[in-house]
Protein backbone atom coordinates (compact mmCIF):
# COMPACT_ATOMS: atom_id res chain seq x y z
CA UNK A 1 0.00 0.00 0.00
CA UNK A 2 2.97 2.45 0.49
CA UNK A 3 4.23 1.70 -2.30
CA UNK A 4 0.44 2.87 -4.53
CA UNK A 5 0.19 5.61 -2.16
CA UNK A 6 3.07 7.30 -2.23
CA UNK A 7 4.71 7.21 -5.88
CA UNK A 8 7.90 8.92 -7.22
CA UNK A 9 4.96 11.78 -9.22
CA UNK A 10 3.00 12.22 -5.77
CA UNK A 11 6.68 13.11 -4.13
CA UNK A 12 7.19 15.38 -6.96
CA UNK A 13 4.04 17.25 -6.60
CA UNK A 14 4.94 17.95 -2.95
CA UNK A 15 8.62 18.73 -3.37
CA UNK A 16 7.74 21.22 -5.90
CA UNK A 17 9.27 24.70 -5.51
CA UNK A 18 6.60 27.36 -4.05
CA UNK A 19 9.93 30.12 -3.66
CA UNK A 20 10.54 31.95 -5.98
CA UNK A 21 13.77 32.96 -4.49
CA UNK A 22 14.71 29.37 -4.90
CA UNK A 23 13.86 29.28 -8.46
CA UNK A 24 16.07 32.36 -9.28
CA UNK A 25 18.94 30.52 -7.12
CA UNK A 26 19.02 27.83 -9.04
CA UNK A 27 18.82 28.71 -12.22
CA UNK A 28 21.20 31.39 -11.32
CA UNK A 29 18.92 34.35 -12.39
CA UNK A 30 19.29 37.53 -10.57
CA UNK A 31 17.28 37.39 -7.17
CA UNK A 32 15.55 41.00 -8.22
CA UNK A 33 13.26 38.85 -10.35
CA UNK A 34 12.07 36.93 -7.49
CA UNK A 35 12.06 39.86 -5.42
CA UNK A 36 9.64 41.24 -7.73
CA UNK A 37 7.28 38.29 -8.39
CA UNK A 38 6.01 38.43 -4.44
CA UNK A 39 3.38 40.91 -5.43
CA UNK A 40 2.19 38.83 -8.06
CA UNK A 41 2.23 35.49 -6.22
CA UNK A 42 0.38 36.92 -3.78
CA UNK A 43 -2.35 36.93 -6.11
CA UNK A 44 -1.75 33.58 -7.62
CA UNK A 45 0.70 31.32 -5.72
CA UNK A 46 3.95 30.99 -7.40
CA UNK A 47 4.27 26.58 -8.03
CA UNK A 48 6.65 24.74 -10.47
CA UNK A 49 7.85 21.23 -10.11
CA UNK A 50 11.20 20.55 -10.41
CA UNK A 51 10.94 18.39 -13.33
CA UNK A 52 9.76 21.05 -14.93
CA UNK A 53 12.61 23.47 -14.24
CA UNK A 54 14.73 20.60 -15.52
CA UNK A 55 14.26 21.79 -18.33
CA UNK A 56 14.30 25.69 -18.14
CA UNK A 57 17.52 27.36 -19.34
CA UNK A 58 20.06 28.95 -16.71
CA UNK A 59 20.71 32.80 -16.98
CA UNK A 60 17.84 33.26 -19.19
CA UNK A 61 15.37 35.72 -17.70
CA UNK A 62 13.22 35.34 -21.09
CA UNK A 63 13.32 31.95 -21.57
CA UNK A 64 9.66 30.75 -22.70
CA UNK A 65 9.31 27.81 -20.05
CA UNK A 66 10.22 30.56 -16.98
CA UNK A 67 8.06 33.04 -18.79
CA UNK A 68 5.01 30.51 -18.08
CA UNK A 69 5.65 29.89 -14.77
CA UNK A 70 7.54 32.74 -12.94
CA UNK A 71 5.55 35.95 -11.48
CA UNK A 72 5.50 39.08 -12.93
CA UNK A 73 4.80 42.66 -11.76
CA UNK A 74 3.00 43.20 -15.07
CA UNK A 75 0.24 40.90 -13.62
CA UNK A 76 -0.94 43.48 -10.76
CA UNK A 77 -1.54 45.98 -13.66
CA UNK A 78 -5.49 47.01 -14.74
CA UNK A 79 -5.39 45.94 -18.23
CA UNK A 80 -9.21 46.88 -20.30
CA UNK A 81 -11.31 44.08 -20.76
CA UNK A 82 -9.26 41.58 -18.74
CA UNK A 83 -11.48 40.33 -16.13
CA UNK A 84 -11.41 37.68 -13.24
CA UNK A 85 -14.47 35.32 -15.04
CA UNK A 86 -13.75 35.82 -18.53
CA UNK A 87 -15.06 33.07 -19.61
CA UNK A 88 -18.56 33.40 -17.38
CA UNK A 89 -17.96 29.83 -16.04
CA UNK A 90 -20.11 30.56 -13.05
CA UNK A 91 -23.13 31.04 -14.92
CA UNK A 92 -22.64 27.41 -16.86
CA UNK A 93 -22.07 25.12 -13.88
CA UNK A 94 -24.62 22.65 -13.71
CA UNK A 95 -23.87 21.00 -10.55
CA UNK A 96 -20.59 21.82 -8.27
CA UNK A 97 -17.66 20.83 -10.08
CA UNK A 98 -19.98 20.60 -13.56
CA UNK A 99 -19.61 23.12 -16.35
CA UNK A 100 -21.63 22.55 -19.50
CA UNK A 101 -21.50 24.71 -22.51
CA UNK A 102 -21.18 23.05 -25.09
CA UNK A 103 -23.57 20.40 -26.68
CA UNK A 104 -23.14 16.74 -25.87
CA UNK A 105 -20.34 17.51 -23.78
CA UNK A 106 -19.36 18.70 -20.25
CA UNK A 107 -16.44 19.62 -18.02
CA UNK A 108 -15.89 17.96 -14.43
CA UNK A 109 -13.56 19.90 -12.61
CA UNK A 110 -11.61 17.62 -10.63
CA UNK A 111 -8.42 17.50 -9.18
CA UNK A 112 -5.33 20.52 -8.03
CA UNK A 113 -2.34 21.25 -10.19
CA UNK A 114 1.00 20.26 -10.50
CA UNK A 115 1.89 23.91 -11.66
CA UNK A 116 0.74 27.41 -12.11
CA UNK A 117 1.04 28.79 -14.99
CA UNK A 118 0.45 32.50 -15.10
CA UNK A 119 -1.82 32.96 -17.90
CA UNK A 120 -4.44 30.74 -16.85
CA UNK A 121 -8.34 31.59 -17.38
CA UNK A 122 -8.78 29.74 -14.38
CA UNK A 123 -6.45 31.65 -12.02
CA UNK A 124 -8.87 33.19 -10.46
CA UNK A 125 -10.44 29.90 -9.13
CA UNK A 126 -14.27 31.45 -10.42
CA UNK A 127 -15.33 27.48 -10.57
CA UNK A 128 -13.83 25.35 -8.02
CA UNK A 129 -12.72 22.08 -8.97
CA UNK A 130 -13.78 18.75 -6.78
CA UNK A 131 -10.48 17.75 -4.59
CA UNK A 132 -10.59 13.79 -4.26
CA UNK A 133 -12.24 13.69 -0.94
CA UNK A 134 -15.11 15.92 -2.12
CA UNK A 135 -18.71 14.94 -2.79
CA UNK A 136 -18.89 14.32 -6.70
CA UNK A 137 -22.62 12.46 -6.41
CA UNK A 138 -24.40 16.09 -7.16
CA UNK A 139 -22.53 16.13 -10.50
CA UNK A 140 -22.90 12.57 -11.46
CA UNK A 141 -26.30 12.57 -10.88
CA UNK A 142 -26.79 15.66 -12.93
CA UNK A 143 -24.36 13.61 -15.95
CA UNK A 144 -27.16 10.48 -15.75
CA UNK A 145 -30.26 12.99 -15.84
CA UNK A 146 -29.15 13.87 -18.94
CA UNK A 147 -29.04 11.63 -22.00
CA UNK A 148 -27.75 14.49 -24.48
CA UNK A 149 -24.42 13.89 -22.58
CA UNK A 150 -21.85 11.64 -24.78
CA UNK A 151 -18.49 12.77 -23.64
CA UNK A 152 -17.69 13.80 -20.28
CA UNK A 153 -14.06 16.21 -19.43
CA UNK A 154 -11.87 15.12 -16.47
CA UNK A 155 -10.28 18.76 -16.62
CA UNK A 156 -8.88 20.88 -14.18
CA UNK A 157 -7.24 21.92 -11.85
CA UNK A 158 -5.34 18.56 -12.75
CA UNK A 159 -7.54 15.62 -13.35
CA UNK A 160 -3.91 13.71 -13.43
CA UNK A 161 -3.20 14.80 -9.74
CA UNK A 162 -5.50 12.53 -8.45
CA UNK A 163 -4.08 9.26 -6.79
CA UNK A 164 -5.22 6.22 -9.55
CA UNK A 165 -7.44 4.79 -7.04
CA UNK A 166 -9.83 7.71 -7.07
CA UNK A 167 -9.44 8.40 -10.60
CA UNK A 168 -10.29 4.59 -11.39
CA UNK A 169 -13.69 5.12 -8.81
CA UNK A 170 -14.41 8.52 -10.54
CA UNK A 171 -14.25 6.60 -14.42
CA UNK A 172 -16.47 3.40 -12.84
CA UNK A 173 -18.74 5.69 -11.75
CA UNK A 174 -18.99 7.62 -14.94
CA UNK A 175 -18.66 4.10 -17.10
CA UNK A 176 -21.76 3.05 -15.31
CA UNK A 177 -23.83 5.78 -16.66
CA UNK A 178 -25.10 3.80 -19.88
CA UNK A 179 -25.01 7.46 -22.50
CA UNK A 180 -21.75 8.11 -21.70
CA UNK A 181 -19.75 6.86 -24.74
CA UNK A 182 -16.10 8.76 -24.42
CA UNK A 183 -13.82 10.02 -21.89
CA UNK A 184 -11.34 13.22 -22.09
CA UNK A 185 -8.61 14.14 -19.82
CA UNK A 186 -7.75 17.39 -19.49
CA UNK A 187 -4.49 17.86 -18.64
CA UNK A 188 -0.66 18.95 -18.09
CA UNK A 189 0.41 16.47 -15.62
CA UNK A 190 2.16 14.31 -18.31
CA UNK A 191 4.15 17.91 -19.36
CA UNK A 192 5.25 19.01 -15.75
CA UNK A 193 5.61 15.57 -14.21
CA UNK A 194 6.47 13.12 -16.86
CA UNK A 195 6.10 10.47 -13.75
CA UNK A 196 3.04 10.56 -13.29
CA UNK A 197 2.33 8.28 -16.64
CA UNK A 198 2.94 4.87 -14.95
CA UNK A 199 2.42 1.68 -16.38
CA UNK A 200 -0.87 1.92 -13.96
CA UNK A 201 -2.46 4.75 -15.30
CA UNK A 202 -3.17 3.57 -18.54
CA UNK A 203 -4.31 0.46 -17.65
CA UNK A 204 -7.03 2.91 -15.66
CA UNK A 205 -7.92 4.69 -18.54
CA UNK A 206 -7.42 1.92 -21.13
CA UNK A 207 -9.76 -0.61 -19.46
CA UNK A 208 -12.84 1.40 -19.06
CA UNK A 209 -15.35 0.94 -21.10
CA UNK A 210 -15.58 4.39 -22.04
CA UNK A 211 -13.04 5.87 -24.95
CA UNK A 212 -10.43 8.02 -23.47
CA UNK A 213 -8.78 10.30 -25.22
CA UNK A 214 -6.11 12.32 -23.61
CA UNK A 215 -5.54 16.59 -24.81
CA UNK A 216 -2.71 17.18 -23.06
CA UNK A 217 -0.90 21.04 -22.82
CA UNK A 218 2.40 21.84 -24.59
CA UNK A 219 2.94 25.31 -25.37
CA UNK A 220 7.14 25.31 -26.70
CA UNK A 221 9.12 22.89 -28.32
CA UNK A 222 11.61 23.31 -24.98
CA UNK A 223 8.92 21.21 -22.75
CA UNK A 224 9.00 18.26 -25.18
CA UNK A 225 12.69 17.36 -23.25
CA UNK A 226 13.69 15.50 -20.42
CA UNK A 227 11.77 12.57 -19.62
CA UNK A 228 8.61 14.42 -21.15
CA UNK A 229 8.81 12.84 -25.05
CA UNK A 230 9.19 9.13 -22.79
CA UNK A 231 6.00 10.06 -20.73
CA UNK A 232 4.19 10.92 -24.22
CA UNK A 233 5.33 8.21 -26.63
CA UNK A 234 4.43 5.54 -23.85
CA UNK A 235 1.14 7.25 -23.89
CA UNK A 236 0.81 6.95 -27.55
CA UNK A 237 1.62 3.60 -28.04
CA UNK A 238 -0.66 2.48 -25.40
CA UNK A 239 -3.19 3.33 -28.00
CA UNK A 240 -4.89 6.34 -26.26
CA UNK A 241 -5.67 8.79 -28.92
CA UNK A 242 -3.42 11.81 -27.73
CA UNK A 243 -3.93 15.45 -28.61
CA UNK A 244 -2.52 19.07 -27.67
CA UNK A 245 -3.90 22.28 -27.09
CA UNK A 246 -1.66 25.47 -26.65
CA UNK A 247 -2.23 28.74 -25.31
CA UNK A 248 -0.98 31.59 -28.20
CA UNK A 249 1.26 33.26 -25.85
CA UNK A 250 3.85 36.58 -26.27
CA UNK A 251 7.13 35.80 -25.20
CA UNK A 252 6.15 31.86 -25.35
CA UNK A 253 5.60 30.96 -29.05
CA UNK A 254 4.72 34.20 -30.97
CA UNK A 255 7.04 33.22 -33.53
CA UNK A 256 6.61 30.84 -36.76
CA UNK A 257 10.10 29.11 -35.56
CA UNK A 258 8.98 28.48 -32.50
CA UNK A 259 5.02 27.58 -33.53
CA UNK A 260 6.43 25.11 -36.71
CA UNK A 261 8.93 23.77 -33.71
CA UNK A 262 6.25 22.98 -31.11
CA UNK A 263 3.86 21.21 -33.66
CA UNK A 264 6.75 19.23 -35.61
CA UNK A 265 8.06 18.45 -32.00
CA UNK A 266 4.09 17.10 -31.46
CA UNK A 267 4.11 15.46 -34.18
CA UNK A 268 7.16 13.41 -33.70
CA UNK A 269 5.79 12.10 -30.84
CA UNK A 270 2.94 11.09 -32.46
CA UNK A 271 0.79 13.88 -30.33
CA UNK A 272 -1.62 15.93 -32.48
CA UNK A 273 -1.68 19.13 -32.69
CA UNK A 274 -5.52 20.11 -32.00
CA UNK A 275 -6.08 23.34 -30.55
CA UNK A 276 -3.85 26.59 -30.59
CA UNK A 277 -6.14 29.06 -28.38
CA UNK A 278 -6.07 32.40 -28.19
CA UNK A 279 -5.41 33.62 -24.69
CA UNK A 280 -8.81 34.46 -22.44
CA UNK A 281 -8.63 37.67 -21.23
CA UNK A 282 -8.13 37.03 -17.33
CA UNK A 283 -6.66 39.53 -15.25
CA UNK A 284 -3.18 39.32 -14.39
CA UNK A 285 -2.48 37.98 -18.01
CA UNK A 286 -2.98 40.93 -20.66
CA UNK A 287 1.27 41.01 -20.78
CA UNK A 288 0.89 37.43 -23.09
CA UNK A 289 -1.97 38.82 -25.25
CA UNK A 290 -1.18 38.29 -29.12
CA UNK A 291 -3.66 39.78 -31.19
CA UNK A 292 -5.54 37.91 -33.37
CA UNK A 293 -4.46 39.45 -36.68
CA UNK A 294 -0.91 38.33 -35.78
CA UNK A 295 -1.94 35.00 -34.65
CA UNK A 296 -3.78 34.24 -38.13
CA UNK A 297 -0.33 35.15 -40.11
CA UNK A 298 1.81 32.83 -37.38
CA UNK A 299 -1.30 30.18 -37.88
CA UNK A 300 -0.71 30.83 -42.00
CA UNK A 301 3.30 30.62 -41.38
CA UNK A 302 2.73 27.12 -39.42
CA UNK A 303 1.02 26.21 -42.88
CA UNK A 304 3.29 26.94 -45.52
CA UNK A 305 5.82 23.92 -43.72
CA UNK A 306 3.70 21.53 -41.86
CA UNK A 307 1.55 18.66 -43.23
CA UNK A 308 -2.45 19.31 -42.37
CA UNK A 309 -2.26 17.02 -39.77
CA UNK A 310 0.43 18.89 -37.63
CA UNK A 311 -1.23 22.15 -37.68
CA UNK A 312 -3.73 23.04 -34.62
CA UNK A 313 -7.17 25.02 -35.30
CA UNK A 314 -6.73 28.75 -34.03
CA UNK A 315 -9.77 29.41 -31.82
CA UNK A 316 -11.32 31.80 -29.56
CA UNK A 317 -13.55 30.77 -26.77
CA UNK A 318 -16.98 33.63 -27.00
CA UNK A 319 -19.17 32.89 -24.02
CA UNK A 320 -22.65 32.62 -25.27
CA UNK A 321 -21.10 30.28 -28.25
CA UNK A 322 -22.17 26.41 -28.21
CA UNK A 323 -18.24 25.76 -29.46
CA UNK A 324 -15.18 27.32 -29.79
CA UNK A 325 -14.66 29.56 -32.83
CA UNK A 326 -12.18 29.44 -35.63
CA UNK A 327 -10.19 31.80 -36.22
CA UNK A 328 -8.45 30.46 -39.15
C1 LIG B 1 -13.31 23.87 -24.53
C2 LIG B 1 -14.44 23.32 -23.79
C3 LIG B 1 -14.96 22.06 -24.10
C4 LIG B 1 -14.36 21.17 -25.17
O1 LIG B 1 -14.55 21.70 -26.42
P1 LIG B 1 -14.09 20.82 -27.68
O2 LIG B 1 -14.30 21.73 -28.83
O3 LIG B 1 -14.97 19.62 -27.69
O4 LIG B 1 -12.68 20.44 -27.46
C5 LIG B 1 -16.07 21.63 -23.44
N1 LIG B 1 -16.65 22.40 -22.48
C6 LIG B 1 -16.19 23.60 -22.17
C7 LIG B 1 -16.88 24.38 -21.11
C8 LIG B 1 -15.06 24.11 -22.79
O5 LIG B 1 -14.58 25.30 -22.45
S1 LIG C 1 -2.25 23.29 -15.20
FE1 LIG C 1 -3.99 24.04 -16.45
S2 LIG C 1 -5.56 24.64 -14.96
FE2 LIG C 1 -3.60 24.49 -13.86
S3 LIG C 1 -2.72 26.55 -13.87
FE3 LIG C 1 -1.87 25.46 -15.65
S4 LIG C 1 -3.27 25.98 -17.35
FE4 LIG C 1 -4.34 26.46 -15.42
Redesign the pocket.
Same mark, same amino acid.
Given at each position: MVATSHPKWHRAIADAIRDPHELTDLLGLPPTLALESQQAANAFPFLVPRTFVERIRPGKPDDPLLRQVLPRPEETACANGFDTDPLHERQALRAPGLLQKYPGRALLLTGA &?A?? &?RY &?F +?RHATAPSLAATADWQPALDAIARDPSLREIILS =? =??PLSLADESLAEMIARLAAIPHLRRLRIHT +?LPVAIPERVTDGLIECLASSRLTPIVVV?VNHAHELTAACPDALRKLVRSGIPVLNQSVLLRGVNDSPSALIALCEGLADLGVLPYYLHQLDPVAGAAHFHVPVGEGKRLVAETRNHLPGYAVPRYVQETPGQAGKTALA
Amino acid at each position: MVATSHPKWHRAIADAIRDPHELTDLLGLPPTLALESQQAANAFPFLVPRTFVERIRPGKPDDPLLRQVLPRPEETACANGFDTDPLHERQALRAPGLLQKYPGRALLLTGA &CAMH &CRY &CF +RRHATAPSLAATADWQPALDAIARDPSLREIILS =G =GDPLSLADESLAEMIARLAAIPHLRRLRIHT +RLPVAIPERVTDGLIECLASSRLTPIVVVQVNHAHELTAACPDALRKLVRSGIPVLNQSVLLRGVNDSPSALIALCEGLADLGVLPYYLHQLDPVAGAAHFHVPVGEGKRLVAETRNHLPGYAVPRYVQETPGQAGKTALA
